[in-house]
């Protein structure tokens, strides 16, 4: 067990806690940058999937996780990241202001889906962003002159500054540098006002508003950088697919990503790569474990959603907290071993609160 | 004639989503969640009446009955197993939930082998049958299904306003806590508010059925039912089917009258816009919070 003896308030907002974490997230970062070396091609391509996800997680973590708004169209913004960065990329331009493009019109959207969401909450918000999502779909399908419709849109690969980013490698690279940015960008910002205000939304919005929070504008700031995100991984996800059709921007993709963050562990940044890399290495798992089903579950075209739909039930049945909640039970018990007690993370019991009157 | 011809198509349509979207109310008013699963439910419906009328060879009522009986006590199972245990925690955990669900329900389908993976037909005695009333050319299984919604939406007016159960569902959707303390077994009351949703939904899985055959996917009809619901205000049963009928009949007639695409997305503009102007719908109630 480890004890933080504090002599300094800077101590309490500090990004690296102890010596613990420098160590840990060093060796990561050092482990992560080393995978070209280390991980087959197979793998370095999951990875890379793995940090794409986690960016466009970070994006949904901000809103569903830090600010409590819930958004089911969320892989809207992603496409249009994808799409602005696929269009201007084929245009010509260099991909530092390509992806700059990308996020600025995914921040732009999300501030007009957030409108509504100053007005309507819960539910109603779930259904603005679900109706946003389909019409932002059918926009891609339709709109062929820029989007090539449903017959799809390859996307070139990124180039800046006289280097073309063309290998595995050199993408994975970049793909690592934006998402240790975009990491470090949402610490700091939940650790800084504007984030603490999030939180404070988050759990009360009546007690949020009467400490001077002014809720439109964080609401709509929430919006706009969780879609900024969204954008900045849809760039990614274009440039790695290489391949663009609408229906890789539909709901099943906006449920994904809510399943992301709910399994991962819903207000933790490392509930959002522990989500992604179950979303990315589960398909993998399952075709793995095909031989060793019977035939009519194996050949099913629905194994994955049971299996989706089962870890999701589990997950907020007995584990609310998600991965990254399992990992801190660990953790604990770990640390405090043998003396564990069962309890310590009993789920309060809450009498039913009601939303309506929220 | 063409614009009641395509109103009578998009009435008949409606019902269906107004169908759906009377189980999402008939829950939300009850527990507070939103259900998602609400449209898997429908094509698990529509699969009973399958499995009723071609494996056990029943007839058509009595697989109708035996339908509506099984997936009541799904509702009832659903309610006792999952969503009791995690009342209370926030409702985008409730939903994530149902969502899980509707995964399970529609993956699970698709497991049974030779079935799950294939288009049926639902062998109703009134398919493919046309009336001709003054110019008018009218399909019998959308009249069937006008008719029935009518028919089950005075039912379940009757039993809300007039027997007990109902009386004691409404006390305990308007404040659970008051409707406890007179006694009313609120818990049970949840688990009958879901069987009955379950019912519902099978209902309008069987109605469906004959018009867009039955596979896995049907359910993901349930998705244009909640524009429908909150069309009409979340809180309000009757706002439920009104809300169904206007997304209906915008849907048929934009089908007819807009270019191509308007037609898939008609609803959720209807909705995007009645969330700008009347954040709770038609029939929906406002209330503050006050601290």
């Not at chain 1, 921040?107 to 409108?115: E, P, Q, R, S």
Request: charged share 10%; with cysteine.
């Amino acid at each position: 067990m480890r004890y933080l003896f504090r002599t300094d308030y800077a101590q309490d907002i500090r990004l690296a806690k102890h010596g613990g974490h420098l160590f840990w997230y060093g060796a990561l970062l050092l482990v992560l940058a080393l995978a070209p070396w280390l991980l087959p091609e197979y793998w370095l391509a999951q990875l890379t999937f793995v940090l794409i996800y986690g960016v466009v997680g970070l994006g949904l973590m901000v809103l569903a996780g830090f600010t409590g708004l819930f958004s089911l169209g969320h892989a809207a913004f992603l496409g249009v990241g994808a799409y602005t960065q696929a269009v201007l990329t084929n245009a010509g331009l260099p991909f530092p202001i390509a992806l700059a493009c990308a996020a600025g019109l995914s921040a732009a959207a999300g501030v007009v889906v957030g409108l509504p969401a100053l007005r309507v909450k819960g539910i109603y918000l779930g259904m603005a962003t679900l109706s946003f999502g389909f019409i932002i779909e059918e926009v891609f399908a339709r709109w062929e002159r820029v989007t090539g419709g449903n017959a799809g849109l390859s996307v070139r690969s990124p180039e800046m500054f006289g280097w073309a980013v063309d290998t595995a490698t050199e993408f994975y690279a970049l793909c690592l540098v934006i998402t240790v940015a975009c990491t470090l960008l949402i610490l700091n910002l939940l650790r800084a006002p504007t984030g603490r205000a999030f939180v404070a939304i988050r759990d009360s919005e009546i007690s949020a508003q009467s400490m001077g929070i002014h809720l439109a504008y964080y609401k709509t700031l929430s919006f706009a950088i969780s879609a900024a995100l969204a954008g900045v991984g849809g760039a990614l996800y274009a440039h790695n697919l290489r391949f663009l059709s609408p229906d890789q921007f539909n709901l099943l993709q906006s449920i994904d990503l809510l399943l992301m963050v709910v399994i991962g562990g819903l207000g933790s940044i490392h509930g959002v790569f522990l989500g992604a890399i179950f979303l990315i290495t589960m398909p993998q798992l399952i075709s793995a474990s095909k031989g060793w089903l019977p035939m009519v579950i194996a050949d099913a075209p629905g194994l994955k959603s049971v299996i989706y739909g089962l870890a999701l039930v589990l997950f907020v049945l007995f584990e609310p907290m998600g991965m990254y909640g399992r990992w801190l039970k660990l953790r604990t018990y770990l640390q405090l071993f043998p003396f564990y007690r069962k309890g310590l993370f009993k789920r309060q019991k809450s009498f039913q609160k009601s939303d309506r009157l929220k | 004639m063409q614009f009641v011809q395509l109103v009578i198509a998009g009435i008949a349509q409606g019902c269906i989503y107004g169908l759906i979207a009377l189980g999402f109310v008939l829950i939300y008013k009850a527990t507070e969640t939103v259900s998602f699963a609400q449209g898997d439910l429908m094509m698990l419906g529509a699969f009973g009446g399958l499995a009723c009328m071609t494996f056990l060879g029943f007839p058509f009522w009595l697989s109708v009955l035996a339908t509506i009986a099984a997936m009541a006590a799904l509702g009832l199972a659903a309610e006792r197993v999952v969503i009791r245990p995690i009342l209370g925690q926030p409702a985008f955990s409730i939903v994530m939930l149902t969502i899980g669900i509707g995964y399970i329900v529609r993956g699970a389908v698709t497991m049974i082998p030779g079935i799950g993976t294939e288009t049926h037909l639902l062998p109703v005695p009134y398919k493919d049958q046309i009336w001709n009333a003054g110019g008018l050319v009218l399909n019998v299984e959308q009249m069937v299904v006008i008719a029935s919604t009518a028919l089950l939406c005075t039912g379940l007016f009757v039993l809300f306003r007039y027997s007990k159960l109902g009386i004691a569902m409404q006390a305990s959707s308007q404040n659970q806590l008051a409707a406890y303390y007179m006694g009313i077994p609120v818990q049970r009351l949840n688990g009958l508010v879901w069987a009955l949703a379950a019912g519902v939904a099978a209902i309008a899985g069987i109605l469906l059925a004959p018009i867009t055959f039955v596979h896995a996917n049907m359910g993901l009809i349930g998705l244009k039912a909640f524009p429908a619901a909150v069309v009409g205000g979340f809180s309000s049963l009757p706002g439920a089917i009104v809300g169904g009928l206007i997304i209906g009949i915008v849907e048929s007639l934009s089908g007819f009258y807009l270019p191509d695409g308007f037609k898939d997305v008609a609803a959720y503009i209807v909705v995007l816009i009645m969330l700008m102007l009347k954040p709770n719908g038609l029939f929906g109630e406002k209330v503050r919070k006050k601290v």
